[in-house]
C-alpha cells in the first residue's frame, strides 16, 4: 500500500513554530479518519492530533493550545501547525489513518537551543 509522504520537518529554537504537510497517496486512503504521530526516540509511536472525515479535530493534551491540524481536501493535503515547541516535542512525525495506522518515511522535528 502506498504511503502518505510527510515533509516540513527541521530544526527550530524552543518557542519556535513549523508547519508540517501531509500528502496522501490517493482519494482511498484520503477519504478515512487521519492523524498526526510521533515517535521520540527510543519510544514507541504516539497520537498527538486527529481530524476526522467531517473536519472534526481532536489533540493530545500534551500539545492541546499550541498545535493545530487541519486538512486541504481539494489537495488530499494535511497539515500540522506547531507552536510555541518544547524540546520534548523533538520526535519524527508521521501522519496516517487512525485505523490501522502504517508508517511512511515522516519527517525529523528537532528543538533545541
Known amino acids: 500500500q502506498a504511503q502518505p509522504v510527510e515533509s516540513g520537518g527541521g530544526l527550530v529554537q524552543p518557542g519556535g513554530s513549523l508547519r508540517l504537510s501531509c500528502v496522501a497517496p490517493g482519494d482511498n486512503y484520503w477519504f478515512n479518519d487521519m492523524g498526526w504521530y510521533r515517535q521520540p526516540p527510543g519510544l514507541e509511536h504516539e497520537l498527538v492530533a486527529s481530524?476526522?472525515?467531517?473536519?472534526?479535530?481532536h489533540y493530545a493534551d500534551s500539545v492541546k493550545g499550541r498545535f493545530t491540524i487541519s486538512a486541504d481536501n481539494s489537495k488530499s493535503t494535511m497539515y500540522l501547525q506547531m507552536n510555541s515547541l518544547k524540546p520534548e516535542d523533538t520526535a519524527v512525525y508521521f501522519c496516517?489513518?487512525?485505523?490501522?495506522?502504517?508508517w511512511g518515511q515522516g519527517t525529523q522535528v528537532t528543538v533545541s537551543s
Open positions: 496516517s489513518t487512525l485505523v490501522s495506522p502504517t
Open positions: 481530524i476526522t472525515t467531517f473536519g472534526v479535530p
